[in-house]
């Protein structure tokens, strides 16, 4: 079990590291002079352009800047913003909490809700519930995050006044943005968990289990869910990805702050580290996510805990 | 079952049928402006008398740094103005009052300046406001590359001349000098903070203002409070004691929606930059107050190049001129909510030729006679051609999300299309590389200044892109230059107008540039603020402002 987990770990962290040098290339071939970006064209003599390029270490050879931008990260170093001059590891991890919070509660939403929903929906097959639960479901992965986003700001905030439409402090302000976000997620789990409950109801070994004479209760959600949330879980891991790009917009929107917003103020001013600093993180969250959720399949599932047990090494 | 099931499907589009109404209910009643009730006077505002409470103002973009001598942006003079106070305060008209100057001499030959300075003045650190600390800011703005070093243009240096007296001198005559002083761009800061913070002050601002800076949570808000000591607000202030406000708390909140609906559910005080379509709306709403400042400078203007054949050619300039219908983009794009702009300078700058209004007109007919008469001839896909070429027009925007730029080069677009003219449109933030080296026909550009000097940036010819100007035209006519010398360094307010005058006409009879609209500064704001000003640039001033119970 440790030596999977050892093993999943070492390869995340490939994954990490090859997603910043992807990153990197694609800034680096991307057209436009960063050096005469950050001047504004303006004001500048050639000398001028030429000092800050090898001050930037621009003036290098395409491998020269790879090798320092990988060995700086490998120790830690994000480098500056070329905006302000801010450190870009702090920066982020300023902002970071912020989002790391909407994400979860976000996540928690998917989870709750999708779940609900699925199994009542699957419970109640074609019913009022069924058809309820499937257009919410439809809703959310159809709706794109601004939109659910303005609609729920118009209707709690603006014209019933429940919960404020800005700001990142207190529970208040996670409502709105953690639900827009959330029913994305929850529209997909919605519609993995019905399906995944109906094929395992057809299943022949519920249908001893109700000749055994247990309760329907503990058939639905003894036997029945359990066996329904894998596939549910990996659609979280999955959707964390989907959940990480919404806060790009969510943030905007709902003027939190967040790496979301960073990100997009970043590329839109091409500051190149800070953009490769959220990059960083963003593929960090997504495979922790990803692995947090291979692991805890086994909890649920016995079946994965002793395969483990027995391929690992 | 079938029958169940039916029924079934009918309560499901009920439900969801009753879903859509109260979304659509709610989007409906928002359109009619009617916003139920604001819940009175919002958060944090709970005064009691005409003074006191918290004015929180919903920015649309976040300043860059509170350093006075850093920034070049608009939104950072917004917060900072309310930090810093300057030495001298220009009046709507154009004149100069003392602020922290008491008075000032200029020397016979216009290259330097002696400011007396006021007593009895404390940084919010504490310390002592004289002329080491009027030097220390000004040598500052040397070190950086912002608007303020532009502002002061030709300085040489600053004389402690003594404790209450400093002298600045210039490389060359410069009559902007006064209102570039006049600006929080070249607002004073404590020395002692500037040595204290370094490359950190942006985000520890100390200056002598009517507030204190408190805390900058980035992308979320930057808190002011009241500077209690303070008693020497600029004359054009009624306020001659501190701050009726006691907090003053800018909210950064990009999405406009969110915005102006947190106005006018009470979230927020005020809010800025309001699109056109809301203003119609907010007009009619008895809870909110909305004002309009013009920002002054150059209007949003299109200029050409012409050092680019074949539009160095003044008869096809004006046939694109007459081609494009500015009262038409500016009327469908803003509702009647802009000006249209007839010159390359704003009305209410020093100097504007209100002559030029009317002075050109939208012109189909014309447009393409002249294009005829220039040989330019309809081919198979109604452009025109030449001698085998096709007539095209590059033209370049660079913030095409603002006030709806990238919309009126759609318009302009068409409306060369149908004179037989085909546009390449190129919208990028990226306009370094295409400026340089000229690959641009058209380019869309407005600035924000007090000062008509503005237009030696734009117009002399040394002033190219690249090298610190922004001559887009590629103008280079020794005759403009030296009107544009005249300008600043003449020191009679008449003769510097007639210069500017010349110039504009020059501009508009040689069709360099066609100037599209004034930009309104616009504020939405609960109708229990009050006294909110702008000055001659269309900056808030909230020295003034009281919060009705």
């Known amino acids: 079990m440790t030596g999977a987990i050892t093993t999943r770990l070492f390869s995340s962290l490939l994954v990490v590291l090859g997603s910043s040098m992807l990153v990197f290339i694609i800034m680096y071939l991307l057209p436009g ?118 609609l729920l700001l118009l209707l709690f905030s603006i014209q019933l006044g429940w919960f404020p439409a800005m700001g990142s402090d207190g529970w208040k302000t996670l409502v709105l943005p953690g639900l827009t976000l959330g029913l994305i997620g929850a529209g997909f789990i919605v519609r993995m968990v019905r399906n995944t409950m109906l094929e395992v109801l057809g299943e022949p070994y519920i249908l001893t289990l109700r000749a055994k004479g247990l309760s329907e209760r503990s058939v639905m959600y003894g036997h029945a869910l359990r066996n329904s949330l894998i596939p549910a879980l990996t659609m979280i891991g999955l959707t964390v990805g989907e959940l990480l790009s919404g806060t790009v917009v969510t943030e905007t929107v709902f003027a939190r702050q967040g790496i979301g917003r960073i990100l997009a103020d970043a590329i839109l ?11 960083f993180f963003t593929a960090m969250i997504y495979v922790l996510t990803n692995l947090i959720v291979d692991i805890s399949y086994s909890f649920i599932d016995p079946r994965v805990r002793r395969s483990q047990l027995k391929g690992g090494v | 079952m079938n029958k169940r099931r039916a029924s079934n499907w009918m309560k499901f589009v009920l439900v969801s049928a009753a879903f859509v109404l109260v979304l659509t209910g709610c989007a409906s009643s928002k359109g009619a402006g009617d916003t ?27 300043p860059d740094s509170l350093d006075p001598g850093k920034s070049g942006y608009a939104v950072s003079h917004r917060v900072f103005r309310n930090i810093y106070d300057s030495l001298v ?347 340089t080296q000229g690959e641009y026909d058209l380019v869309g550009n407005s600035q924000v200044k007090a000062d008509p000097d503005i237009l030696r940036n734009l117009f002399r010819s040394d002033r190219v892109y690249g090298k610190g100007g922004y001559n887009y035209v590629k103008l280079n006519d020794p005759g403009i230059d030296k009107l544009l010398n005249q300008g600043y360094q003449e020191t009679d307010p008449e003769k510097r107008k007639a210069a500017y005058a010349q110039i504009q006409q020059y501009v508009i009879k040689n069709a360099l540039a066609l100037p599209i609209y004034v930009f309104p500064y616009t504020v939405a704001h609960s109708s229990s603020v009050e006294g909110l000003k702008f000055d001659l640039l269309g900056y808030p001033q909230f020295y003034d402002v009281t919060i009705r119970k």
């Open chain 1, 269 to 279: 001013s091409k500051d190149i580290p800070v953009v490769q600093g959220v990059i």
């Open chain 2, 36 to 62: 139920g009730t604001p819940k009175a006077a919002a958060e944090g505002s709970g005064s009691s008398s005409s003074s006191g409470g918290e004015l929180s103002y919903a920015l649309a973009t976040s």
């Open chain 2, 89 to 435: 305060s220009e009046l709507p008209d154009g004149t100069f009052k003392p602020w922290l100057a008491e008075s000032w001499t200029k020397s016979a030959d216009g290259k330097s300046y002696t400011f007396k300075l006021r007593h009895n003045v404390k940084f919010h650190d504490g310390t002592p406001f004289n002329a080491a600390a009027v030097k220390a800011t000004l040598d500052h703005t040397q070190t950086l590359t912002g608007q303020a070093r532009t502002l002061i243009g030709p300085f040489k240096s600053a004389e402690v001349i003594s404790e209450d007296t400093i002298k600045v001198n210039l490389t060359e005559p410069f009559e902007p000098l006064l209102s570039g002083l006049s600006s929080a761009f070249l607002g004073i800061s404590s020395p002692k903070a500037l040595q204290q913070y370094g490359e950190q002050y942006g985000k520890h601002p100390v200056g002598t203002g009517p507030f204190k800076f408190v805390s900058w949570s980035e992308n979320d808000q930057i808190v002011l409070e009241k500077n209690a000591e303070y008693n020497w607000g600029p004359p054009i202030a009624d306020n001659k004691g501190a701050s009726h406000l006691d907090k003053l708390t800018f909210k950064i909140v990009p999405e406009e929606a969110t915005r102006i609906g947190s106005v006018q559910s009470g979230q927020v005080l005020a809010a800025e930059t309001v699109p056109p379509q809301n203003i119609l709306t907010l007009k009619n709403d008895p809870n909110i107050k909305l004002d309009t400042a013009i920002t002054n400078g150059t209007p949003y203007t299109l200029y050409f190049n012409t050092s680019n054949a074949p539009w160095s050619d003044l008869k096809l300039r004006d046939a694109v001129r007459s081609a494009v219908d500015v009262d038409t983009i500016v009327k469908t794009l803003y509702l009647g909510t802009y000006q249209r702009a007839w010159s390359v300078l704003t009305p209410g700058i020093l100097g504007y030729d209100a002559s030029l209004e009317n002075s050109v007109k939208a012109d189909a007919a014309k447009a393409n006679q002249l294009l005829d008469e220039l040989g330019w001839t309809k081919g198979a896909d109604g452009i025109r051609e030449k001698d085998g070429k096709k007539l095209t027009l590059r033209y370049l925007e660079s913030s095409p999300n603002r006030e709806k730029r990238n919309d009126i080069a759609a318009i302009v677009q068409q409306q060369l299309k149908q004179v037989g003219v085909d546009v390449k449109l190129t919208i990028t933030k990226d306009t370094v590389t295409p400026l």
């Open chain 1, 33 to 150: 002079d960063p050096v005469l970006i950050m001047l504004d064209g303006n004001a500048s003599t050639p000398e001028a352009i030429a000092s800050l390029k090898s001050h930037l270490g621009l003036d290098q050879p395409f491998y020269v800047q790879f090798y320092r931008y990988f060995i700086h990260l490998l120790q830690g170093d994000f480098g500056v913003s070329r905006v302000n001059g801010d450190l870009v590891l702090p920066k982020i991890l300023e902002h970071l909490p912020a989002t790391l919070t909407l994400t979860l509660v976000s996540v928690s939403v998917s989870l709750v809700v999708g779940i609900l929903l699925g199994v009542l929906s699957a419970i109640h097959r074609n019913g009022v519930i069924d058809f309820a639960a499937r257009f919410i479901g439809l809703f959310g992965i159809s709706m794109p995050a601004f939109w659910t986003g303005i």
